[in-house]
Nanobody, 126 residues
Framework: QVQLVESGGGSVQAGGSMRLACVVS????????VCWFRQAPGKEREGVAC???????EYAESVKGRFTISKDGAGNTVYLQMNNLKPEDTAMYYC????????????????????WGQGTQVTVSS
Protein backbone atom coordinates (compact mmCIF):
# COMPACT_ATOMS: atom_id res chain seq x y z
CA GLN A 1 0.00 0.00 0.00
CA VAL A 2 0.93 3.66 -0.38
CA GLN A 3 0.15 6.48 2.03
CA LEU A 4 0.40 10.21 1.38
CA VAL A 5 0.12 12.91 4.02
CA GLU A 6 0.05 16.60 3.13
CA SER A 7 1.03 19.50 5.37
CA GLY A 8 1.90 23.18 5.15
CA GLY A 9 -1.37 24.76 4.13
CA GLY A 10 -2.81 27.90 5.67
CA SER A 11 -3.73 31.48 4.88
CA VAL A 12 -1.58 34.07 3.15
CA GLN A 13 -2.05 37.40 1.43
CA ALA A 14 -1.77 37.77 -2.31
CA GLY A 15 1.86 37.97 -3.38
CA GLY A 16 3.00 35.82 -0.50
CA SER A 17 4.63 32.39 -0.47
CA MET A 18 3.88 29.02 1.03
CA ARG A 19 5.49 25.58 0.92
CA LEU A 20 3.49 22.39 1.01
CA ALA A 21 4.96 19.00 1.86
CA CYS A 22 3.73 15.52 1.00
CA VAL A 23 5.21 12.61 2.92
CA VAL A 24 4.96 9.43 0.87
CA SER A 25 5.35 5.98 2.37
CA UNK A 26 4.67 2.40 1.36
CA UNK A 27 5.70 0.28 -1.60
CA UNK A 28 8.32 2.32 -3.49
CA UNK A 29 7.60 0.76 -6.90
CA UNK A 30 3.97 1.87 -6.67
CA UNK A 31 4.74 5.59 -6.23
CA UNK A 32 7.57 6.82 -8.50
CA UNK A 33 5.33 9.57 -9.95
CA VAL A 34 3.87 12.11 -7.51
CA CYS A 35 1.69 15.08 -8.36
CA TRP A 36 -0.02 17.95 -6.63
CA PHE A 37 -3.65 18.59 -7.51
CA ARG A 38 -6.01 21.26 -6.27
CA GLN A 39 -9.74 21.68 -6.07
CA ALA A 40 -11.57 24.92 -5.44
CA PRO A 41 -15.22 24.95 -4.32
CA GLY A 42 -17.53 24.23 -7.24
CA LYS A 43 -14.65 23.39 -9.57
CA GLU A 44 -13.09 20.19 -10.85
CA ARG A 45 -9.88 18.85 -9.40
CA GLU A 46 -6.95 19.96 -11.55
CA GLY A 47 -3.31 18.94 -11.85
CA VAL A 48 -0.82 21.54 -10.62
CA ALA A 49 2.65 20.00 -10.77
CA CYS A 50 4.26 16.57 -10.95
CA UNK A 51 7.65 15.02 -10.41
CA UNK A 52 9.06 11.68 -11.47
CA UNK A 53 11.39 9.59 -9.35
CA UNK A 54 14.34 10.51 -11.59
CA UNK A 55 13.58 14.25 -11.50
CA UNK A 56 11.49 15.15 -14.56
CA UNK A 57 8.77 17.69 -13.76
CA GLU A 58 5.57 19.01 -15.30
CA TYR A 59 3.50 22.10 -14.47
CA ALA A 60 0.11 23.51 -15.27
CA GLU A 61 0.32 26.69 -17.35
CA SER A 62 -1.40 28.67 -14.61
CA VAL A 63 1.44 28.06 -12.13
CA LYS A 64 4.53 28.01 -14.35
CA GLY A 65 7.14 30.46 -13.08
CA ARG A 66 5.46 30.71 -9.67
CA PHE A 67 5.37 27.15 -8.30
CA THR A 68 8.25 24.69 -8.00
CA ILE A 69 7.93 20.98 -7.25
CA SER A 70 10.86 19.13 -5.71
CA LYS A 71 11.63 16.07 -3.64
CA ASP A 72 14.13 14.90 -1.10
CA GLY A 73 16.85 12.51 -2.22
CA ALA A 74 14.91 9.38 -1.41
CA GLY A 75 11.68 10.72 -2.87
CA ASN A 76 9.85 10.19 0.39
CA THR A 77 8.86 13.85 0.71
CA VAL A 78 7.62 15.94 -2.22
CA TYR A 79 7.44 19.69 -1.82
CA LEU A 80 5.46 22.37 -3.61
CA GLN A 81 6.98 25.83 -3.23
CA MET A 82 4.36 28.42 -4.14
CA ASN A 83 5.44 32.00 -4.74
CA ASN A 84 3.54 35.10 -5.83
CA LEU A 85 0.30 33.50 -4.71
CA LYS A 86 -2.97 34.80 -6.15
CA PRO A 87 -6.52 34.59 -4.79
CA GLU A 88 -7.33 32.15 -7.61
CA ASP A 89 -4.80 29.72 -6.08
CA THR A 90 -7.18 29.24 -3.15
CA ALA A 91 -8.13 25.56 -3.02
CA MET A 92 -7.70 22.28 -1.23
CA TYR A 93 -4.36 20.88 -2.34
CA TYR A 94 -3.86 17.13 -2.64
CA CYS A 95 -0.90 14.96 -3.47
CA UNK A 96 -1.36 11.80 -5.47
CA UNK A 97 0.84 8.98 -6.76
CA UNK A 98 0.83 6.39 -9.51
CA UNK A 99 3.25 3.66 -10.65
CA UNK A 100 4.83 5.22 -13.77
CA UNK A 101 8.47 6.27 -14.32
CA UNK A 102 7.84 9.10 -16.82
CA UNK A 103 5.45 12.04 -17.28
CA UNK A 104 2.33 10.61 -18.94
CA UNK A 105 0.13 12.63 -21.28
CA UNK A 106 -2.78 12.27 -18.87
CA UNK A 107 -0.78 13.54 -15.89
CA UNK A 108 -3.51 16.07 -15.08
CA UNK A 109 -6.35 13.51 -15.03
CA UNK A 110 -7.32 12.72 -11.41
CA UNK A 111 -8.92 9.40 -12.38
CA UNK A 112 -5.52 8.06 -13.45
CA UNK A 113 -4.16 8.13 -9.88
CA UNK A 114 -4.44 5.24 -7.47
CA UNK A 115 -3.25 6.84 -4.27
CA TRP A 116 -4.34 10.13 -2.65
CA GLY A 117 -3.71 12.13 0.48
CA GLN A 118 -6.39 13.85 2.54
CA GLY A 119 -5.52 17.35 1.39
CA THR A 120 -4.42 20.63 2.93
CA GLN A 121 -6.26 23.93 2.55
CA VAL A 122 -4.56 26.95 0.98
CA THR A 123 -6.34 30.30 1.22
CA VAL A 124 -5.01 33.41 -0.51
CA SER A 125 -6.64 36.71 0.37
CA SER A 126 -6.54 39.82 -1.79
Amino acid sequence: QVQLVESGGGSVQAGGSMRLACVVSGDTYKRPFVCWFRQAPGKEREGVACIVKFGDTEYAESVKGRFTISKDGAGNTVYLQMNNLKPEDTAMYYCAARPVFYVPQDWGEPRAYFYWGQGTQVTVSS
